[in-house]
T-cell receptor
Framework: DVKVTQSSRYLVKRTGEKVFLECVQD?????MFWYRQDPGLGLRLIYF???????EKGDIPEGYSVSREKKERFSLILESASTNQTSMYLC??????????FGPGTRLTVL | GQQVMQIPQYQHVQEGEDFTTYCNSS?????IQWYKQRPGGHPVFLIQ?????EVKKQKRLTFQFGEAKKNSSLHITATQTTDVGTYFC???????????FGTGTRLQVTL
């Protein structure tokens, strides 16, 4: 079974803190993605990566950066967390144009 | 960016009633995928449609891809409480392995 794991299910941070969200997949997928999900707004793509050290901006990259040093790991970084970044963050991976596998999500609250 | 519209946003049905959600695009889709997200869960892949006019069934779920490949639908016959959740369509965007998700339809089923 494909497994996509995320480092935390729940996270509470303060405004201005640097936040790292980690995602690991165990199926050798070349593509990895970070989304945020907010009520009424669906799934919005923040960044994605199609190979190690490669990244592309999604629809809402402002305030975020990413890192992919190893194929299995894709990190989302909030350089200076703000309250409007309170959200559910979902990581996903896939190979080619096949089905996409999601992690369980991290619910981040920024106070 | 490309828009994939889904309607309705929300539907509440009595158990045993049918349910349909529609996905519409302004451009021709290369293929379309459907995902289900249970409350508190993460999106899980249901199916992929590729061919014009394609119809696929999974038990009580029927998926259709329009002849012009600009729309798709998911129909559930005789809903059950286990069908509760949000249903998303998603299409591959451009040449990258990036999915564009529809806005989702939230289904509530009551006894």
């Amino acid at each position: 079974d494909v497994k996509v794991t995320q480092s935390s299910r729940y996270l509470v941070k303060r405004t201005g803190e640097k936040v790292f969200l980690e995602c690991v997949q165990d199926m050798d997928h070349e593509n990895m993605f970070w989304y945020r999900q907010d009520p009424g707004l669906g799934l919005r793509l923040i960044y994605f990566s199609y190979d190690v050290k490669m990244k592309e901006k999604g629809d809402i990259p402002e305030g975020y950066s990413v890192s992919r040093e190893k194929k299995e790991r894709f990190s989302l970084i909030l350089e200076s967390a703000s309250t409007n970044q309170t959200s559910m963050y979902l990581c996903a991976s896939r190979t080619g144009r096949r089905e996409q596998f999601f992690g369980p999500g991290t619910r981040l609250t920024v106070l | 960016g490309q828009q994939v519209m889904q309607i309705p946003q929300y539907q509440h049905v009595q158990e045993g009633e049918d349910f349909t959600t529609y996905c519409n695009s302004s451009t021709t889709l290369s293929n379309i995928q459907w995902y289900k997200q249970r409350p508190g869960g993460h999106p899980v892949f249901l199916i992929q449609l590729v061919k014009s006019g394609e119809v696929k069934k999974q038990k009580r779920l029927t998926f259709q891809f329009g002849e012009a490949k600009k729309n798709s639908s998911l129909h559930i016959t005789a809903t059950q409480t286990t069908d509760v959740g949000t249903y998303f369509c998603a299409e591959n965007t451009g040449t990258a392995s990036k999915l564009t998700f529809g806005t989702g339809t939230r289904l509530q089923v009551t006894l």
